[in-house]
């Protein structure tokens, strides 16, 4: 048995040929169920070597590709997929299921259907211990309101009824926009220097910031540099999550 199938807990009844369209989940169902996906986008990396149909982007998946391997479901996401092309899937007699995903528990809750729609037997042992993980994060003594850019020319950040504002504010960071109309609103970066943060979070996904391209524009405002798949991914890495991401946070307020 490989390490993954250790890991994978309840084994998986008869499988079916899934397609994923989201990166996470590609990664939840290959590491519960392997060998059930067919399918997933340019951009699902994880796990690494994952040796499948790759059916284009998440925004512009390749239809005619997919409707070809002949799946008996597609897994979608309302935020990362677009309707069009999951009506076309539709259209063409495919099966799609359709997450959301706004919270830490939302997220736990949609896991568990997605992994007993692709056969598994019980709950995976990883989600378990994702479960665990976030019984008791790590927390500064203190709350600190952040702003988290996911795009810069023009910037954007993250706004109300997020999945990475949820995790944040479990780790004691406040989202500065989170009460904005809108979910990823643009900000320019004079406002955000206007806003008074105690911290920028810098992920590398969707935008790739790093130390030399992101920072310079918030002096005298510490930035955390995070792994954007701890802070956006739910799936597998949410149990590495709470301690990755508080080391980054601690790092940058010392």
């Known amino acids: 048995m490989s390490a993954v199938e250790q890991h994978a807990g309840p084994a ?42 790759r059916v284009g982007g998440t925004k512009n998946p390749d239809v005619e590709r997919i409707v070809a391997l002949a799946p008996d479901l597609v897994i979608a996401n309302e935020e990362e997929n ?3 092309d999951l009506t076309a899937l539709r259209q063409a007699g495919i099966e799609v299921l359709v ?3 706004r919270d830490l528990p939302g997220a736990f809750r949609e896991l568990e259907r997605v992994t007993a729609a692709c056969g598994v037997r019980g709950r995976p042992r990883w989600l378990d211990e994702a479960e665990a993980a976030w019984l008791d994060p790590p927390c500064p003594p203190v709350r600190l309101r952040a702003a988290v850019p996911i795009w810069r020319r023009p910037w954007m950040v993250v706004g109300r009824d997020t999945f990475a504002g949820d995790l944040l504010a479990r780790l004691g960071v406040d989202n500065a926009y989170a009460d904005h109309a809108e979910r990823y609103p ?15 979070v810098l992920p590398d996904e969707p935008y790739r910031f790093t130390r030399d ?42």
């Open 12 to 53: 998986a009844t008869a499988r079916p040929r899934v397609v994923s369209l989201v990166p996470s989940l590609t990664e939840a169902v290959a590491v519960s169920a392997p060998g059930t996906l067919v399918g997933a986008t340019d951009w699902c990396s994880h796990p690494a070597g994952l040796d499948v149909v």
């Open 82 to 84: 677009r309707e069009p």
């Open 99 to 101: 997450t959301e995903v």
């Open 186 to 200: 643009r900000v320019p970066a004079d406002a955000l220097r206007a806003a008074r943060l105690d911290l920028i």
């Open 213 to 254: 391209d992101g920072p310079e524009e918030f002096p005298g405002v510490p930035c955390a540099l995070v792994d954007g798949r701890h802070l956006t991914w739910y799936g597998p890495s949410l149990a590495q999550a709470p301690g990755a991401l508080a080391g980054a946070l601690r790092a940058a307020v010392r």
